[in-house]
Structures are given as C-alpha cells and as structure tokens.
C-alpha cells in the first residue's frame, strides 16, 4: 500500500504561481501512474493531471492545459504539479492520486485511482 501527502497549497492571487508536492511512502510507487484532481466547493472532484508510470507521458483536463505541468522524481518518491497562471475557477482542494494501472479510457475517473492524498487547499483570489 502507497501512502500519499501533499503539500504546497496556498493563497494565490489570480496570475500567480504555485508548486504542489505529492511525496508517497510505504513501498515504490515508481511505476504507479500518478495524478491530480480537484474538488471545489460543491463540485464533483475533477481530473486534473496525470503522469504515466512506464512511459512518463502526461495528459491534461482541458480547463488546464498550458497552464499546469506535472512532473515526477522517482528518486524522490515525489510528485509535482507546477501551476502558473492561476485563475479564480482553480480554486479547488487539490488531491493526489495512484494506481498500479489505469487504462486511458478511465483515467479521468477517480474510482480508478487506488491511492489518495488528503489533499490541499489551493485558493486564488481575483
């Protein structure tokens, strides 16, 4: 079993950047497809991220493409999710995931994910 903490969520006026850290611990995750979703207030949790375990490619919810990266340090356990631009809408708590495979016809879907971070609170002001 993974274990998943983020860190790096914040306060952030609209235009800024933010860096979240996902770091998993209890066994490798390094061949664990990784992502990112998003719950705002009264919203269904959203994909946001995702980052393969093998090949490294990443894929993107369209609401953030060209503004987000994700990226992973597998000597570090760690995940990131670098956010620029940020606007009002992304205000969100931000959750990490992981799973040992997720097939990219479901990968926007949470139930995919068997892992979960506790989240962090990213808020934007305008």
């Known amino acids: 079993q993974v274990q998943l903490a983020e860190s790096g969520g914040g306060l952030v006026q609209a235009g800024g950047s933010l860096r979240l850290d996902c770091t998993a611990s209890?066994?490798?995750?390094?061949?664990?497809?990784m992502a990112w979703f998003r719950q705002g207030t009264g919203k269904a949790r959203e994909f946001v991220a995702l980052i393969s375990g093998i090949t490294g490619n990443t894929y993107y919810a369209d609401s953030v493409k060209g503004r987000f990266t994700i990226s992973r340090d597998k000597a570090k356990n760690t995940v990131y999710l670098q956010m620029s631009s940020l606007k009002p809408e992304d205000t969100a708590v931000y959750y990490c995931?992981?799973?040992?495979?997720?097939?990219?016809?479901?990968?926007?879907?949470?139930?995919?994910?068997?892992?979960w971070g506790q989240g962090t609170q990213v808020t934007v002001s305008s």
């Open positions: 209890g066994r490798t995750f390094n061949n664990y497809a």
């Open positions: 995931a992981g799973a040992r495979v997720v097939p990219m016809s479901t990968m926007k879907e949470h139930s995919s994910y068997e892992n």
